[in-house]
């Protein structure tokens, strides 16, 4: 079945940088879109960033351009997500997920949690 596993959250300071990591198993990685996802507390899912299946395409939402890098390793179905000055407001649980499927917790992982504070 589809598993997506996140790692690499945790507590930094503001400015600081985190490399999250989503390693996945059960679907043809290299055919789909990948996205990363944020839940901040009391907020809806938004969508963070996205590569397309060989990395030609990468979009990103504007809150995080210039700071935040998406990558993915298409031998070990791993997606990353390079986060650079971070701020506070960067706050929330980050999740990847297979296609635009976000919303979709069977297409997601369990998530991991990024904290930025002082």
């Known amino acids: 079945q589809v598993q997506l596993v996140e790692s690499g959250g945790g507590l930094v300071q503001p400015g600081g940088s985190l490399n999250l990591s989503c390693v996945t198993s059960?679907?043809?990685?290299?055919?789909?879109?990948m996205y990363w996802a944020r839940q901040a507390p009391g907020k809806d899912l938004e969508w963070v960033s996205r590569?397309?299946?060989?990395?030609?395409?990468?979009g990103y939402t504007n809150a995080v351009k210039g700071r935040f890098t998406v990558s993915r390793d298409n031998v070990k179905n791993i997606l990353y997500l390079q986060m650079n000055n971070l701020k506070p407001e960067d706050t929330a649980t980050y999740f990847c997920?297979?296609?635009?499927?976000?919303?979709?917790?069977?297409?997601r992982g369990q998530g991991t949690q990024v904290t930025v504070a002082s």
């Open positions: 997920a297979k296609g635009a499927n976000y919303n979709d917790p069977l297409q």
């Open positions: 590569i397309s299946p060989y990395s030609k395409q990468r």
């Open positions: 059960g679907f043809a990685f290299t055919t789909w879109w």
